[in-house]
């Protein structure tokens, strides 16, 4: 598996990691859990070293899974997880708060420590801006976190240019982590030059476009009643229709190129930076071997200009959150 520093922290992973939020919620059936560890093991031997997880995801269970699957790989896998989340105050059972207190996050972090069973958190993000609670002060407890040898790296998750600066000057920042594929390509503008002004790497989560850019999708696929993308407006009938179009660029250059539509757009993504890690995620072992065959893709010059200039003539239709979550994002 080729490998990847994220920016100029030093911080080496594959280049392509593993989101395992599906794994334990989001997307209809949670998986047997045993069969969630044998696909993690099995990626650490297929070269993946870079794992994404979160206290929010479950709650607490996907952090459980990631610790009791990666164990034995200690000191060879480096594992992502994050703060920031709180349960709701009117329902405990939805995790639908930000809470960036600097003791709050001191409390998951020591939290997160135990559930995946490791003495210090490789990379620890802020999962979203608490506009509560100065970037600064975020920035100085994670910092405090880094002396006290319980995380290594810092990472900010859907935030702007300006809140990496404000981070970045007072604890380095290794990576940020932003929803980016071929049909949600917003960080390219303000946030990438600033990323690659201050060495940060990126990480892009939902590169396969939550599934619809694999080509298995269309205006009449449906979803378990408990699986989110129920409730995002690119998900519906009518914008799954009318983004098709997408997804007849990227198969005619499967075909082209002898790949599958997910290798085309996981190829697309590494030949964007070469400090992007995308981290598709999956609950199928032969998903984690085909997406690993997007590393053996290079497209020219060329190539890469005909793709742009196609996709650029192709308007995305529907936001990717709903309003209300939408605020969560930093613009």
């Given amino acids: 598996m080729e490998k990847r520093k994220l920016g100029n922290s030093g911080l080496v992973v594959s280049a392509l990691g593993l989101g395992c939020m599906g794994m334990s919620s989001s997307y209809g ?21 870079f794992f994404d997880t979160a206290e929010v995801y479950g709650p607490f269970v996907n952090e459980e899974l990631i610790g009791e699957a990666l164990a034995p790989f200690k000191g060879e896998v480096v594992i992502a997880t994050k703060f920031g989340f709180a349960p709701s105050q009117s329902d405990p059972s939805i995790w639908s708060e930000l809470n960036s207190h600097p003791k709050h996050i001191k409390e998951v972090a020591e ?26 002060d975020v ?13 290594k790296h810092f990472g900010l998750s859907e935030t702007n240019a300006n809140t990496v600066r404000k981070a970045h000057a ?11 594929s071929l049909w949600t390509r917003q960080p390219e503008s303000e946030l990438f030059p600033t990323l690659e002004e201050l060495g940060i790497g ?25 699986d989110f993308r129920n409730t995002l407006p690119r998900f519906t009938q009518a914008a799954l229709k009318a983004n098709q179009s997408l997804v007849d660029l990227i198969g005619k250059l499967a075909i082209k190129n002898n790949a599958t539509p997910a ?25 984690v071997t085909e997406n690993n065959g997007a590393l053996a893709i290079v497209f020219s010059e060329d190539e890469l200009k005909e793709i742009e200039i196609s996709a650029s ?19």
Wanted: glycine share 4%; aromatic share 8%.
């Fill in 29 to 49: 059936t949670v998986p047997d859990k045993k069969e969630m560890i044998t696909l993690i093991r099995k990626a650490v031997e297929q070269g993946i070293t």
């Fill in 313 to 331: 003539e192709i308007k995305i239709i529907g936001d990717r959150y709903p309003e209300d979550f939408m605020k969560m994002s930093e613009k």
């Fill in 170 to 180: 007072i604890q380095s920042v290794t990576a940020i982590q932003s929803e980016y």
């Fill in 111 to 136: 939290a997160s420590l135990k559930r995946l069973k490791v003495d210090c958190i490789d990379l620890f993000y802020q999962h979203r801006v608490d506009l509560t609670i100065p970037i600064e």
């Fill in 263 to 287: 290798q085309i757009a996981l190829a697309w993504l590494l030949s964007q930076k070469p400090w992007i890690v995308p981290i598709p995620g999956t609950t199928k072992i032969n998903r």
């Fill in 202 to 226: 990126f990480v892009p989560f939902s590169p396969l476009g939550r599934g619809f850019l694999t080509g298995t999708m269309n205006e009449n696929t449906k979803f378990e009643s408990n």
């Fill in 139 to 151: 920035a100085e407890t994670v910092r405090d976190l880094i002396q006290e040898g319980k995380v």
